[in-house]
């Protein structure tokens, strides 16, 4: 595995930077929520019933103690404190985690990779809300790296957990490859050399804004022997469809009508010119977020497994 691999990579960073913007446009979260089969469902009801889910997957009630891989804003962790639960974040964006310790909740500024020693079997259960497609990018499926790396964060995971805990389980939610995996060479080619092939021009646009190369369906299940057990799986594609056309029209309104979103957008641009147009593009115009969870047979499907 290369050495690298111990540094997140660079788009992955600056996507969860660039972030922090998101907020001003109405947009906290950064995964599907749960709209059981209602599109009108208030987006942040969604969302909550979504955090509830994988809280109630883990048995997480009053002293529990939970650790967030990817904490994001920290709205999870802030509905775990509601019951009780001993929260626990990680996250590599530094703006994240300053963020989320003014809400004063207990958040580091930490790959996953890096986890200390003296953490070891410290939680009861552990949720991974929509960071582990971060964790592979598309460099590694070309060097065949993919599995280990996954093998390693259930490794790192089965640690954490203390033995002793009557939880000890993992709720996770993955976009996968749908029927299709995308050659990774394809992801890694610029986006306006493929004009003519929808797949390699939208997942490069998705790479290069937001980095990671999904799994495909039953891989994990695959890289988790030895250490857990899938318990459930259950599919929430249209979710997340429903969620990212309504992350679209919010960007949208935001990026034409709210001064403050333009002005911080601008700053950005000017910081980071390239990754900022490729972030934006997926929900104006090009719109390569929505596109892959979109008709009948979707490039990408989400999954909510718990382990």
Same mark, same amino acid.
């Given at each position: 595995?290369?050495?690298?691999?111990?540094?997140?990579?660079?788009?992955?960073?600056?996507?969860?930077?660039?972030?922090?913007?998101?907020?001003?446009?109405?947009?906290?979260?950064?995964?599907?929520?749960?709209? /059981?089969?209602?599109?009108?469902? +208030?987006?942040? &009801? %969604?969302?909550?019933?979504?955090?509830?889910?994988?809280?109630?997957?883990?048995?997480?009630?009053?002293?529990?103690?939970?650790?967030?891989?990817?904490?994001?804003?920290?709205? #999870?962790?802030?509905?775990?404190?509601?019951?009780?639960?001993?929260?626990?974040?990680?996250?590599?964006?530094?703006?994240? %985690?300053?963020?989320?310790?003014?809400? !004063?909740?207990?958040?580091?500024?930490?790959?996953?990779?890096?986890?200390?020693?003296?953490?070891?079997?410290?939680?009861?259960?552990?949720?991974?809300?929509?960071?582990?497609?971060?964790?592979?990018?598309?460099?590694?499926?070309?060097?065949?790296?993919? /599995?280990?790396?996954?093998?390693?964060?259930?490794?790192?995971?089965?640690?954490?957990?203390?033995?002793?805990?009557?939880?000890?389980?993992? %709720?996770?939610?993955?976009?996968?490859? !749908?029927?299709?995996?995308?050659?990774?060479?394809?992801?890694?080619?610029?986006?306006?050399? &493929?004009?003519?092939?929808?797949?390699?021009?939208?997942?490069?646009? #998705?790479?290069?804004?937001?980095?990671?190369?999904?799994?495909?369906?039953?891989? #994990?299940?695959?890289?988790?022997?030895?250490?857990?057990?899938?318990?459930?799986?259950?599919?929430?594609?249209? +979710?997340?469809?429903?969620?990212?056309?309504?992350?679209?029209?919010?960007?949208? &309104?935001?990026?034409?009508?709210?001064?403050?979103?333009?002005?911080?957008?601008?700053?950005?641009?000017?910081?980071?010119?390239?990754?900022?147009?490729?972030? %934006?593009?997926?929900?104006? !115009?090009?719109?390569?977020?929505?596109?892959?969870?979109?008709?009948?047979?979707?490039?990408?499907?989400?999954?909510?497994?718990?382990?």
């Amino acid at each position: 595995m290369r050495k690298d691999k111990l540094i997140a990579p660079k788009n992955v960073v600056n996507l969860y930077d660039i972030t922090g913007i998101t907020p001003l446009a109405g947009i906290q979260d950064y995964t599907e929520g749960i709209y /059981n089969g209602d599109p009108s469902m +208030d987006y942040g &009801q %969604a969302q909550k019933n979504q955090h509830n889910y994988l809280l109630d997957e883990i048995g997480a009630e009053e002293g529990f103690r939970l650790l967030d891989v990817g904490c994001g804003l920290g709205t #999870l962790l802030e509905t775990a404190e509601e019951r009780g639960v001993i929260g626990t974040g990680i996250t590599i964006s530094e703006d994240q %985690a300053e963020r989320c310790r003014a809400k !004063g909740l207990d958040v580091h500024l930490l790959n996953y990779r890096h986890i200390p020693d003296e953490w070891t079997g410290r939680f009861d259960g552990i949720i991974a809300n929509g960071s582990i497609e971060h964790f592979c990018q598309p460099e590694d499926a070309l060097e065949g790296v993919q /599995n280990d790396i996954y093998i390693e964060m259930f490794e790192i995971f089965h640690k954490l957990l203390d033995p002793k805990s009557v939880s000890q389980r993992v %709720a996770s939610t993955v976009a996968h490859f !749908g029927e299709r995996t995308v050659d990774p060479k394809k992801i890694l080619r610029h986006p306006f050399l &493929q004009v003519f092939d929808p797949e390699g021009f939208y997942s490069s646009i #998705l790479h290069r804004g937001y980095g990671g190369y999904y799994p495909k369906k039953g891989q #994990l299940r695959e890289c988790a022997k030895g250490h857990f057990k899938l318990i459930r799986e259950v599919e929430g594609t249209e +979710d997340y469809h429903l969620t990212s056309e309504h992350w679209a029209d919010k960007y949208k &309104q935001a990026l034409f009508s709210d001064k403050e979103f333009q002005k911080q957008l601008l700053r950005h641009l000017f910081n980071r010119p390239m990754h900022t147009i490729w972030t %934006a593009s997926s929900f104006v !115009g090009l719109q390569a977020w929505p596109w892959q969870f979109r008709g009948n047979n979707p490039p990408a499907r989400l999954y909510r497994h718990t382990w």
